[in-house]
């Protein structure tokens, strides 16, 4: 008799006809994640749905809290032989107001899933209900894995220290992430690193209060943390070579509590990204010198934490190189590309690919919205064709 698998050119469509059959599914699973956001390590409810989704497809074993509380795990094929190929979806949503007027907008005030979470759970569990209806055609186990806390809380860092790779004899993980401003429905990935080592750090400047008429009797934070702000600004511009990739940002201030009342402190929370661990090593170091030298000038001390926090993901060359060769099956020739240089967005992930061979892949959504703004959507016709290629890397890799 005819081994099955060796019609496997023939699966992508079909994958992508049946995903399409039951899309109205993972487009409900998309619009409850998104209407119900959670942030990091509070992803409760929605842990709790998909751990319903999960249960209810035939043949998948379902593992609550590995590692992290809100981490649910499925598992499908375990007595396969060979090492299991890991599927993995981010959780938690960021804290924003949503400005989409979608009619499944936020229900939640100031939380919002902005960076397609939603889409990541939704697509990775049509996937799961193709594979679970090809047991016939998976030679390995598949490993569902939805993770929390990717947003700057590194999840994959609690799971990959409880040994998620070893508890579940993981060979290989595979990461798929919808990106806006890449076209419409392709593909894009690339061996060696394709995001930045992610820092993020934060300044606590001390003045002295008083009020707003007597700027003399008191020290102004505020205005200190402007000179802060400029400092730092010339740092990456002044004191880096403009070939080299350093982005210093600044994406939360705090002080005050009234517009007559100069503060007794200001708060600064921002973000380090790079390529380069030595000109990471120089910059954190600038940074900290800069911030007290500043301060100290307008007669004020201040205080910096800063934390390293991701690594860069860094795809393993082998496995990109297949990734990108069924990509060429699935999509298409045209539809296929290897990016032509790293991101400076951070990544979680990275702590996956420190573990075993990894690959990170973009999917093009051609949003005019980028992450982390509070209008930006997934086309939700992409979640089949998502679903349906994960789902075809499981069964072909």
């Known amino acids: 008799m005819k081994d099955q698998r060796e019609d496997w050119l023939t699966w992508g469509p079909h994958l992508l006809a049946e995903a399409e059959s039951f899309g109205e599914d993972i487009i409900a699973w998309r619009r409850e994640f998104h209407q119900f956001p959670e942030l990091a390590y509070e992803e409760n409810v929605t842990a709790s749905r998909v751990v319903q989704i999960l249960s209810s497809i035939e043949g998948i074993r ?120 890449l076209p419409y429905g392709t593909l894009f990935t690339r061996p060696g690193p394709i995001t930045a080592l992610s820092d993020r750090f934060h300044v606590e400047i001390q003045g002295a209060a008083c009020h707003a008429a007597s700027p003399h009797m008191g020290v102004d934070p505020i205005a200190i943390a402007a000179h802060v702000l400029l400092a730092l600004q010339h740092l990456t511009s002044r004191e880096v070579d403009p070939l080299d990739s350093v982005v210093i940002s600044v994406g939360q201030i705090e002080a005050g509590d009234a517009y007559n009342v100069i503060p007794e402190r200001a708060h600064l929370w921002g973000t380090l990204r790079t390529f380069d661990p030595a000109l990471r090593d120089r910059m954190q170091k600038r940074l900290e010198g800069a911030v007290v030298d500043v301060c100290r000038a307008f007669l004020s001390t201040a205080g910096v934490e800063y934390v390293r926090n991701y690594p860069p993901v860094s795809n393993d060359g082998e496995l990109t190189r297949q990734v990108l060769e069924l990509s060429r099956h699935f999509f298409g020739v045209e539809e296929t590309h290897v990016l032509d240089r790293p991101l400076l967005a951070g990544e979680d992930f990275s702590f996956y690919s420190l573990e075993c061979p990894s690959n990170f892949m973009l999917l093009g959504t051609g949003a005019e919205y980028g992450l982390h703004h509070p209008k930006y959507d997934v086309p939700e016709e992409l979640l089949h064709l998502a679903s349906a290629w994960q789902a075809f890397l499981a069964l072909t890799l």
């Open 62 to 181: 379902v593992i609550q809290g590995f590692g992290v509380p809100t981490a649910v795990v499925g598992v499908l094929g375990e007595n396969l032989p060979g090492g299991a190929t890991m599927l993995r979806a981010d959780m938690d949503a960021l804290a924003l107001d949503e400005e989409t007027g979608l009619s499944f907008s936020s229900c939640i005030p100031g939380i919002m899933h902005a960076c397609g979470h939603d889409a990541h759970m939704a697509s990775l569990l049509g996937a799961a209900e193709l594979l679970a209806s090809r047991m016939d055609l998976l030679r390995n186990p598949v490993v569902f894995v939805f993770q929390p806390a990717e947003e700057g809380k590194g999840g994959a860092r609690a799971l990959t220290e409880a040994g998620i790779i070893g508890k579940f004899g993981i060979e290989r993980v595979l990461g798929l992430h919808f990106w806006p401003k």
